[in-house]
């Protein structure tokens, strides 16, 4: 049987979370589909400083919060992979490999994937040392010796992190300044987090685990080889929007859903809130979207 919803929300993250809550509290009924678990790539965050109301917490502790504060709204449908989004007469159409939904509006959450690099090894070592989570992989490097691969707030945040927890840490950089907040480099430089400036990696090698990184400086293009346990990469993000594609929603030359003030996008019935459209990311700007877009589909349904 095909269940009827007023707004279905694909993805879990902040933003997904946050227009469950708001739909909840104006009265519709809602459903919100993760592919994985409740919370998105905030879980991976290894400290949160910068959320209203918590001078620092954990990122899986925050949305685990969140997310149990949503389910009191809304219906949260776990580890269900959405296939396709079609529209009849005003009325949407979600299938996922579980079942069929059906809703008066969709609400785009899908936020985006982590960036790698086309490097020699980065796939060899995928989870043999090489990863894009430093709460979820750190502690197997504790008082071992890892690279973090980036110049950004992730990349300056999960340096800190791996300090933090005793793993020895280096900062390898493509260009002789950094783009993390002055406040995350004033903590590197306390914590004395060795950046390598103008370097590229150009190899990652090893038997069976990551043993070796070779670099390369792009100014004088000089190598360098680092004896390594762990690679860690923190190069930027790339928007989950192939569902949005698919549809025929717009997307910007960057891949990201183009919506307007209220969230809306290209087509009436769907709106999109959090990475998937760019922009700043960051845990409370997802939040306020999926709280505006929710807000204007409450308005469209009096």
């Known amino acids: 049987m095909i269940i009827m919803y007023d707004i279905i929300i694909i993805g879990g993250g902040p933003a997904g979370l946050t227009a469950g809550i708001y739909a909840g509290r104006a009265g519709l009924k809602a459903l919100i589909i993760e592919q994985g678990q409740s919370g998105g790539t905030a879980n991976t965050a290894p400290l949160v400083e910068n959320y209203p109301g918590f001078e620092k917490i954990p990122g899986k502790e925050l949305m685990a919060s969140i997310s149990k504060q949503s389910r009191e709204y809304c219906d949260i449908e776990e580890f269900s992979v959405v296939e396709k989004i079609e529209k009849n007469n005003e009325i949407m159409s979600v299938t996922t490999n579980k079942d069929v939904y059906s809703s ?6 899908t936020g985006c994937e982590h960036r790698t690099l086309d490097v020699p090894g980065i796939s060899k070592f995928s989870g043999r040392g090489v990863s894009y989570c430093a709460v979820c992989d750190g502690n197997f490097f504790v008082d071992r010796e890892v690279i973090i691969v980036g110049g950004g707030n992730s990349a300056a945040t999960e340096a800190l992190y791996l300090n933090r ?10 260009r002789d300044k950094l783009r993390c907040d002055i406040k995350l480099q004033e903590d590197l430089k306390k914590n004395d987090v060795k950046v390598f400036w103008n370097s590229e990696i150009k ?20 190598e360098t080889t680092l004896k390594v346990n762990g690679v860690f990469i923190a190069v930027g993000n790339i928007p989950k929007n192939k569902l ?18 209220n969230m809306k996008t290209s087509d009436d019935r769907i709106y999109a809130a959090g990475d998937v459209t760019g922009g700043m990311k960051q845990i409370v700007v997802s939040a306020s979207q999926g709280a505006i877009a929710t807000e204007k589909i409450q308005k469209l349904l009096i």
């Not at 927890?165 to 493509?174: D, L, M």
């Open 244 to 261: 949005a594609l698919d549809y025929g929603i717009t997307c910007n030359e960057y891949g990201y859903v183009v919506t307007d003030e």
């Open 165 to 174: 927890i005793g793993v020895k840490c280096s900062i390898v950089h493509r």
């Open 104 to 109: 008066k509006y969709v609400i785009l959450a």
């Open 203 to 222: 190899e990652i090698k090893g038997e069976m685990m990551v043993e070796e990184a070779v670099l390369i400086n792009n100014k004088t293009m000089e």
